[in-house]
């Protein structure tokens, strides 16, 4: 399977707790993209990678969640103390470049109780 | 904040008739794409159409693009139960990919 992968798809943690989760893109793409999405919305931006670089958070990035991305490969989104309105699914997608398709991953659901 | 906001919210229809979705944004876009979510999963695209097209097929999808009115649609021909799921659009803005809130489609037998 060639496609965007992440790791865990489905984390329940306690509130205050910190969480990581992972995002493995498709191995020739260039950018790489987090979201959120809550129930019943569109996917919201969170923040995007050129290679290694992080080009732009979303002012929903608080400073709580970081994203890393050594190497120009795979992605780590943290969440440190978490929120009962952290609860969501985090999707993570890759692409050529801003002009191209983006691929999404499975997700990661996240239940904060 | 989201550019795209898609119409109707939701929409039910009869198995084998064809739905359409609208898609209305605000600012200037290099391209538009549409995706496709099932319940609970990740999204899924279906067709990305350039500024400079004014339509374009895949299989069952019909998409148009009218760039004049900020405005794009998704049509599904011969509707099946498999189709049931939230439609998104997706527009580039801002050096980054912007979401509607989507239309939920449901295709009753």
């Known amino acids: 399977d060639t496609g965007v992968s992440q790791d865990p798809r489905h984390k329940i943690t306690k509130r205050g707790q910190n969480v990581t989760f992972r995002c493995d893109p498709i191995?020739?793409?260039?950018?790489l993209y987090w979201y959120r999405q809550t129930l019943g919305q569109g996917p919201e931006f969170l923040t995007y990678?050129?290679?290694?670089?992080?080009?732009?958070k979303s002012r929903l990035l608080s400073d709580r969640f970081s994203a890393e991305r050594p190497k120009g490969s795979f992605s780590t989104l943290e969440i440190q103390r978490t929120e009962q309105g952290d609860s969501a699914m985090y999707l993570c997608?890759?692409?050529?470049?801003?002009?191209?398709?983006?691929?999404f991953g499975p997700g990661t659901r996240l239940t904060v109780l | 904040s989201q550019q795209g906001e898609e119409d109707p919210q939701a929409l039910s229809i009869q198995e084998g008739e064809n739905a359409t979705m609208n898609c209305s944004y605000k600012?200037?876009?290099?391209?538009l794409q549409w995706y496709r979510q099932n319940s609970g999963r990740g999204l899924v695209h279906l067709i990305l159409?350039?500024?400079?097209?004014r339509e374009k097929h895949s299989g069952r999808l019909r998409v148009t693009l009218d760039t004049s009115k900020k405005s794009s649609s998704l049509l599904i021909t011969a509707s099946r139960a498999a189709d049931t799921a939230s439609y998104f659009c997706?527009?580039?803005?801002?050096?980054?990919?912007?979401f509607g809130k989507g239309t939920r489609l449901h295709i009753l037998p």
């Open positions: 997608a890759s692409s050529w470049s801003l002009a191209d398709t983006q691929y």
């Open positions: 191995s020739e793409h260039n950018r």
């Open positions: 990678f050129q290679n290694e670089a992080q080009l732009e």
């Open positions: 600012t200037s876009i290099n391209n």
């Open positions: 159409i350039r500024s400079n097209e």
């Open positions: 997706a527009t580039d803005g801002d050096d980054k990919i912007i």
